[in-house]
C-alpha cells in the first residue's frame, strides 16, 4: 500500500472511532462513504461530545464552528484560544472582537454574517502558554473540519495563520514557505483557500492589519 493511500486510511479509522465505531471492517473503509451526518448540527452534537485526545482533560469545553452556516466565507483558525475555552464561544475575548472589526472593515460583514472554526476543538495552550497539541491532537480533529467543510460548502476558506495552513493544506505543499502563499486563492478539495495572518499574530504586529485587510478584499467578489 502506498504512503499516502494507507495516510488516508489513518484518517478515515480516527473518523470513524470519531463517530462511535468499535469495529471497522477494512472492506468498509474503501467502499462506503464515512460521513452519515445530515447537518452541521448533527455533526456539532458529535463533536461537543468527543474526548479522544488528552487536550480534552484540560480543556472547559470542546468549541464548535461559530456564524452563519449559510455563508461563503468560512475562515479557519488553529485552535481555541484561552479566552474563547472560558466563554465557550469561539470568537470571543479581545482577539474576537479585534478579529470581528477587521473582517467588518474589510468585507462589511457582522460577526453573525460569516462562519468561523478550527482545526482542533479545544484549546491548546496550557496556564503558562505552552502548546500541549501533538500530531495525534490533529489527525483526531482534521476530520471533523473536513466534514464540517464538506456541509457548509465555503466560496472560499480563509486560514488564519501559518500553523493553521500548513495543518489544512500542508500535505499538498512541499518546500513553500508561508510568506511566499499568503494572500493567494488556491484551490482546495472542491472549494478555494487563501491562506493569511492569524489575529493573535497581528496583534502582535499591528503594522500587518492593512495587509490582512488587503487579503480580505481580494475575496469581496467571492461572497
Not at 470542546?62 to 456564524?67: E, I, K, Q, S, T
Request: neutral net charge; glycine residues 4%; contains cysteine.
Amino acid at each position: 500500500m502506498e504512503i499516502s493511500q494507507k495516510n488516508e486510511t489513518l484518517k478515515k479509522l480516527y473518523f470513524l472511532k470519531a463517530i462511535g465505531y468499535k469495529f471497522i471492517n477494512e472492506n468498509f473503509i474503501f467502499s462506503q462513504k464515512i460521513s452519515e451526518f445530515a447537518d452541521v448540527d448533527e455533526l456539532n452534537h458529535q463533536i461537543s461530545q468527543c474526548n479522544l485526545c488528552h487536550l480534552r482533560k484540560s480543556a472547559n469545553t470542546v468549541l464548535l464552528g461559530y456564524g452563519n452556516k449559510q455563508s461563503k466565507i468560512m475562515f479557519v483558525c488553529l485552535a481555541p484560544s484561552p479566552n474563547a475555552d472560558k466563554n465557550a464561544e469561539l470568537v470571543s475575548g479581545m482577539l474576537g472582537a479585534k478579529f470581528s472589526e477587521l473582517v467588518f472593515n474589510s468585507l462589511n460583514l457582522n460577526k453573525d454574517e460569516f462562519y468561523v472554526s478550527s482545526i482542533l476543538r479545544c484549546k491548546n495552550l496550557n496556564l503558562e502558554g505552552k502548546d500541549m497539541a501533538n500530531d495525534e491532537c490533529f489527525e483526531l480533529c482534521r476530520p471533523y473540519l473536513m466534514e464540517e467543510i464538506e456541509l457548509i460548502k465555503p466560496s472560499i476558506i480563509i486560514t488564519l495563520g501559518e500553523e493553521a495552513f500548513f495543518k489544512l493544506y500542508g500535505q499538498n505543499i512541499a518546500n513553500t514557505n508561508f510568506k511566499s502563499l499568503r494572500g493567494s486563492v488556491l484551490k482546495f478539495q472542491n472549494t478555494l483557500l487563501m491562506p493569511t495572518y492569524s489575529v493573535m499574530w497581528l496583534m502582535k504586529n499591528p503594522s500587518f492589519e492593512d495587509v490582512f485587510c488587503a487579503d480580505l478584499k481580494k475575496i469581496k467578489g467571492m461572497i
